[in-house]
């Protein structure tokens, strides 16, 4: 295969006529070239022979289709439009199969990538759009799709050893799931679990990459050249890509802060739908969102003094005050990413599961998660402590990736939602409330989240409401711990608790410490 930035061309055995003859088109005196090009302003596929590829065969990509016929055989079919009452099919020979599907590769790559766009009769440009367009603002992309695409923040990605390591762990351990596979990595970035796949002896792997790092994947992967002739870079978001096979497993590391910030599992979930033959394998398959109180009395109040330079009645002779209440719910609305002692916690976990194999993408659109504990102790309750793990549920050996506290730290790290209204419990006590993610538009969620206690007659009610697209990154040391909250961590992250049942009538909304300042949520 020859390639610049204008052309793409391949070498095939022979092309013949969709016609009851079904002659060959060309002499076999001379080699045959498929050619990609732009050479008349609009994307072509010219074939013929001769370094001018003379007497040639030309299709309009734009209104053409490719299809397998066999393992080295395709058809490709110009659809009938304006200036042709009818459409016209030839059949292309290739050598082998790999350039069958490299070929395949580039034809759909052309397509999307340079088709896309022409101008319209008032000069403007109509751009395909596809479903991530639809549902993801401009320029939440634009910024997404910059930032993985720089090398400095993959670094960032590669250098976390426990989420590194456990993929290839995952991978590698489990080499009969990779043997003689297809496999496409979903949003590959730098191309290392492509990379992995290819190791563990896959058949060949598709590395689907929107950004610019589809660049630096390429030369990373020609850069290690036992591996390279498994591996395709496609440049391209799977929403819009098209492969020339199935998958037999699907690779990728969707999760962001919380699992489902990014939303990228939603495209890891069509990814599926679209590539994986059925009962194929994910590399995840399965997500667990973990959810515990916590008492944190130091957190608490270094957010809440965060709003005390608006309560400031005489700075350079302005009164402030008027906007402490929207600071103070400002600073309450970022959800909190550190890494905290599991000590914190003051009941065991719950976990809401999701299934990668099967949940539906417009499930993870609005995510409802109903949460009860028992406190252990008489404290303070701050908010919810969050973390999660993935499954690979290989067939020699299963592998979780945990972001939980104690746990080694990976570059997700932990999440909290502290409310801006604690309230007491005591031990036994019942702790009762929801956590609901609603999707938005920036590639993450609005958190709402409820959190109740009954003491005597009183329900003691705190609600919060925060924005997942703008946390408060923590990441300090951990603060000292009173004796109160030493208890057996293990005994905290776990999630089988019984519950007694309970009405929930009665229930009062506790009341902000400045009714005056502070808006309502």
């Known amino acids: 295969m020859e390639e610049n930035q204008k052309q793409k061309q391949f070498l095939v055995s022979s092309v013949s006529e969709l016609t009851s003859s079904s002659s060959s088109l060309f002499s076999k005196t001379e080699p045959v070239f498929a050619r990609l090009s732009l050479d008349s302003g609009s994307p072509e596929l010219r074939i013929g022979q001769g370094a001018e590829l003379s007497d040639a065969v030309v299709f309009n990509v734009k209104i053409s289709q490719l299809f397998k016929l066999g393992p080295a055989e395709s058809l490709c079919v110009s659809e009938a439009n304006k200036e042709k009452s009818h459409s016209r099919g030839i059949s292309i020979q290739f050598r082998n199969e790999e350039e069958s599907r490299a070929f395949h590769c580039a034809f759909e790559q052309w397509k999307k990538e340079v088709v896309v766009q022409e101008p319209l009769n008032n000069g403007a440009v109509s751009t395909s759009k596809s479903k991530f367009d639809d549902k993801i603002e401009a320029s939440s992309a634009k910024m997404y799709f910059h930032y993985y695409g720089q090398l400095l923040h993959q670094q960032n990605m590669l250098q976390d050893f426990v989420r590194t390591g456990t993929y290839y762990s995952a991978v590698i351990e489990n080499r009969a799931d990779f043997l003689g596979r297809v496999v496409v990595d979903v949003g590959a970035g730098s191309g290392i679990l492509s990379l992995f796949a290819a190791q563990a002896g896959a058949k060949h792997v598709y590395a689907i990459e929107a950004s610019e790092m589809a660049d630096y994947a390429r030369q990373l992967i020609a850069g290690n050249p036992s591996l390279n002739d498994k591996i395709t870079v496609i440049k391209g978001k799977v929403e819009d890509v098209e492969l020339p096979e199935k998958a037999d497993i699907l690779i990728s590391e969707p999760m962001g802060t919380l699992l489902v ?93 999701i299934n990668f194999s099967s949940v539906k993408e417009e499930d993870l659109y609005e995510i409802d998660v109903p949460l009860r504990f028992l406190s252990t102790v008489s404290t303070r309750i701050h908010g919810l402590a969050c973390w999660f793990d993935v499954l690979f549920n290989g067939s020699t050996v299963q592998r979780w990736l945990t972001t939980a506290p104690g746990a080694p730290t990976t570059h997700w790290y932990q999440l909290r939602c502290v409310l801006p209204q604690p309230f007491y419990v005591m031990p036994g006590q019942e702790i009762t409330g929801r956590l609901h993610l609603v999707a938005h538009k920036a590639q993450s969620y609005t958190i709402y989240l409820t959190l109740s206690a009954l003491v005597g007659d009183m329900l003691q009610t705190s609600s919060v409401k925060l924005d997942l697209k703008e946390p408060y990154y923590r990441m300090s040391q951990p603060q000292a711990y009173s004796a109160a909250q030493d208890q057996n961590p293990s005994q905290l992250l776990q999630s089988d608790m019984q519950f007694p049942s309970r009405d929930d009538d009665g229930s009062i909304l506790m009341q902000p410490p400045s009714p005056n300042e502070l808006h309502s949520l």
Request: hydrophobic content about 40%.
């Open 261 to 353: 910030n990014e939303r990228m599992l939603e495209s890891y979930v069509i990814a599926r739908d679209r590539f994986l033959v059925q009962n194929g394998k994910m590399f995840p398959g399965v997500g667990r969102i973990h959810m515990a109180p916590f008492s944190d009395e130091y957190l608490y109040m270094e957010i809440a003094n965060k709003a005390t330079f608006w309560q400031q009645q005489n700075y350079f002779g302005v009164d402030l005050t008027p906007l402490h209440g929207s600071a103070y719910q400002g600073y309450f609305s970022q959800p909190v990413v550190d890494a905290f002692d599991s000590r914190l916690l003051v009941a065991p976990a719950v976990s809401h599961v």
